[in-house]
């Protein structure tokens, strides 16, 4: 409508405002179950419910979090790319299509997170502060490897097994680059959540998952020009 000038400018802005917003409010929406034990988890101050809380969140996150999150990363793929989305369609669509191979990853990367979880806290009741560190620096890693992994299930047509691999020479072949992403992330989360509270159900999914593919993108295509 616009094509020039301020108002051309504006009505860009404000495209990209809406697509980002709308598509963090869909992803969010997929998972209220998870976000609403979360809530209940943070308030818990007994063990026991704790642990069921936490056992029940790493059951549902292969089945909702990740087919969710990696149909967010297609989206947002095509905003980069500036194809034309639907965004509730396209979200659903891609939902749809890659829900057996979300759910694998989300199964295989669940087991990780539970495994690194419970030996963090083992190794804090046993107060072995220097070993929980190495903890941390693993699941800083851990994180950006995530990452990683849903922009290149989205960006790469390849078999789950072949994924990983590939995406664990991705992210050691640009160390700055994928800790830079990880250090931002991290920041990003903690302003929001500590300060900026209202964007997050507007922007923080969105905005997270955009900054993910930049950098995914940029390592993988110096990748590939090297070959």
């Not at 869909?26 to 976000?35: D, F, H, K, S, T």
């Not at 992403?181 to 900026?196: K, N, P, R």
Request: hydrophobic share 60%.
């Amino acid at each position: 409508m616009y094509s020039s000038g301020i108002m051309g400018r504006f009505y860009v802005i404000a495209e990209w405002i809406y697509k980002f917003t709308f598509a963090n409010i869909i992803w969010m929406v997929c998972n209220i179950p998870i976000i609403f034990i979360l809530i209940n988890l943070l308030l818990a101050d007994e063990m026991a419910v704790i642990l069921v809380l936490f056992t029940i969140t790493l059951l549902l996150s292969p089945f909702i979090f990740f087919p969710s999150t990696i149909a967010l990363f297609s989206v947002v793929n095509r905003f980069i790319k500036n194809e034309e989305v639907k965004l509730f369609s396209d979200f659903w669509s891609f939902y749809r299509e890659n829900y057996k191979k979300s759910m694998k990853i989300g199964m295989i990367s669940t087991v990780f997170w539970a495994v690194l979880i419970i030996d963090f806290f083992y190794v804090m009741k046993l107060g072995n502060v220097n070993l929980s560190y190495v903890f941390i620096v693993l699941g800083f890693f851990a994180f950006v490897y995530n990452l990683h992994v849903c922009s290149g299930a989205v960006y790469m047509d390849i078999k789950i097994r072949e994924l990983f691999k590939r995406v664990a020479v991705i992210m050691f072949s640009h160390p700055i680059l994928s800790m830079s992403l990880g250090l931002i992330s991290l920041t990003f989360l903690y302003v929001t959540t500590q300060w900026l509270t209202f964007l997050f159900p507007l922007f923080f999914g969105s905005i997270l998952v955009f900054l993910s593919l930049l950098v995914f993108i940029k390592i993988y295509s110096e990748m590939e020009k090297k070959h």
